[in-house]
């Protein structure tokens, strides 16, 4: 009866000490939300806004590749002051043609991969309904749509220019004994991706293949194969030249008045080409000491191949680099035609790499150029317009000078090869300045706290590395415990060692140091029932 009393006791207590902890935890399993939708709301309130990637769209600067530039004052470009700008003014005037033509077919098209895209078409619009007389005038519009940016290769002060022009050649429309090296026109197997075989203009850079049968691509035949014989007797012959010299001479400048054995006159400009880089026969030249830098021209080149037919042979094919060219309806009178489609203006018109520029862009070129001699420095400012390309011309700052037809033209055009400025004419709607203002800041760096705390890894070189020299030091540590008595297992141990002191070498990141786990700390309540327990169980 007694046992059975205290028994009962003993429920009721144990009922009165738990029935407070079982409200609580039924109190804290409802509130638990609600307290964890507290914690979050403190810790976004301290946590700083996330910037989400990719960033908002907007207006990005001026991006010209592999390329620096520098936002200038009219002020601060030597000899702006000093040029002809009408001339420039007329020949940007004739450039305007070609590219309203575009914009009023495609008002919305975008010239993908430019720097300055379709952004002449609102300088074009003005200049073409304005037709100025006096030169301030001219130069006050240049100053009203543009802005002036020096511009150079990455790394580069300044940049490159050459100079090029139409040769007169003579020729015939036959082939005979005099006249036997063949102008070809583009075959009609010559092939570019992305482009129709019969398309009108084909890029002067990157792979040109040819078929063979429907699927079938292969590199296009060389200089030396096509000279050879690799496309005759196909019926793509222009005409007929004196000699290999001559032809080639034409296809480096691109374009040619062949004058015939009949007194008439045909023009050739540049098509296409067979894809191959063009090696430039002067450079050869020059490296194996045949003719010394300071006096290398166009004509130095010629004399020396006239006067080694064998060795000009052997030159010429290592520029494997081959050009076709079509027949042009021009008179006499009228100049070359270029890559935009319209002819050319001596001593305005320029030779750019299509690739990274637009037709129409006025260049400003100042500096000094051996224009009366060869050694003379003759003060250059002149304000010219991108209305051509060639394969040879290639980066931001490159240049061909285009300064007409004939023999005099071709001595100008032949000794230059120098560095000077340029000074290229951005619209104001491309104001690379202000546009730079809307570029998003870049997230903020880490501090230096944080840094310390989070140190950097070894690369994933460095850390193949030491994985490799530990492993190597374990089994050199293997080797030297085996009992292996005999020479050939005693030789990896004796190896052992420059491996070990090359893994102990290896400083090994160290870990971030984490807390120390929070010591277990039992309450008052707790520590009276485990002892009520045990001597409730001594008792039993």
């Known amino acids: 009866m007694v046992r059975e009393i205290w028994k009962r006791g003993f429920t009721a207590r144990r009922l009165t000490y738990w029935t407070p902890a079982l409200a ?8 638990a939300p609600y307290a964890a939708e507290a914690v979050r709301a403190r810790h976004r309130a301290a946590t700083p806004p996330v910037r989400h990637l990719p960033y908002p769209q907007l207006d990005w600067p001026l991006e010209i590749s592999n390329s620096q530039y520098l936002p200038m004052g009219w002020n601060d470009v030597p000899g702006w002051n000093d040029d002809d700008q009408l001339a420039a003014y007329r020949t940007f005037r004739a450039s305007c043609k070609p590219i309203a033509a575009k914009t009023d077919a495609a008002p919305d098209a975008k010239v993908d991969g430019k720097a300055l895209g379709d952004s002449l078409r609102d300088p074009c619009r003005d200049a073409r309904a304005t037709d100025l007389a006096d030169n301030a005038a001219a130069r006050a519009f240049f100053e009203r749509h543009f802005e002036p940016l020096r511009i150079s290769k990455l790394g580069d002060a300044d940049g490159f220019v050459t100079g090029y022009y139409e040769p007169v050649i003579e020729g015939s429309r036959t082939q005979n ?8 026109r583009r075959p009609s ?130 520029n494997r680099s081959y050009i076709f060219f079509r027949e042009v309806q021009l008179s006499e009178k009228d100049e070359a035609v270029g890559a935009q489609g319209i ?27 051996p224009i009366e ?48 400025q340029f000074v290229m004419l951005v619209p ?27 140190p950097q890894v ?15 030091a374990n089994q050199a540590n293997k080797a030297a415990a085996s009992p292996v008595n005999d020479a050939k297992a005693s030789a990896p141990a004796a190896s052992a060692s420059p ?23 039992e309450s008052d309540r707790n520590i009276r029932r485990l002892r009520y327990g045990r001597r409730h169980r001594n008792r039993r």
């Open 24 to 31: 609580l935890s039924v109190a804290a399993v409802a509130l």
């Open 177 to 184: 004994e005099v006249y036997n090296v063949p102008v070809y």
């Open 189 to 318: 197997n010559l092939f570019v991706r992305g482009f129709k075989q019969d398309a009108t203009s084909l890029p002067n850079k990157g792979p040109v293949y040819r078929k063979i049968g429907r699927r079938k691509l292969v590199p296009y035949y060389d200089r030396a194969e096509i000279e050879d014989g690799a496309i005759e007797g196909r019926g793509l012959e222009i005409a007929w030249l004196r000699n290999q010299t001559d032809l080639l001479f034409a296809q480096i400048q691109g374009s040619a008045r062949i004058s015939l054995d009949d007194g008439s006159t045909i023009r050739i400009n540049y098509d296409a080409y067979n894809g191959l880089p063009y090696t430039p026969v002067g450079r050869i030249l020059i490296e194996r000491g045949i003719i010394p830098r300071e006096q290398m021209s166009m004509q130095r080149i010629r004399d020396w191949m006239e006067q080694n037919p064998e060795g000009a042979n052997e030159l010429r094919r290592m």
């Open 343 to 369: 002819p050319l203006t001596p001593g305005r018109s320029i030779a750019v790499d299509k690739s990274l520029h637009v037709y129409g862009t006025p260049f400003f070129i100042t500096g000094e150029l």
């Open 373 to 420: 001699s060869e050694k003379s420095k003759t003060a250059f400012h002149r304000l010219m317009i991108a209305q051509d390309t060639g394969s040879a011309i290639v980066g931001p700052a490159r240049a061909d000078l285009y300064f007409g037809a004939g023999q005099d033209a071709g001595k100008v055009s032949g000794r230059l090869k120098h560095s000077i």
């Open 428 to 454: 104001k709607s491309l104001d690379p300045v202000a546009r730079g203002r809307k570029m998003p800041l870049p997230d903020a760096r880490p501090s230096e706290k944080i840094a310390k705390l989070f």
């Open 458 to 472: 070894l690369p994933k070189e460095a850390a193949k590395d030491q994985v490799k020299d530990q492993g190597q």
């Open 499 to 521: 491996a070990t002191t090359v893994a102990q070498n290896v400083v090994a990141p160290q870990p971030v140091p984490l807390p120390e786990a929070r010591p277990r700390i």
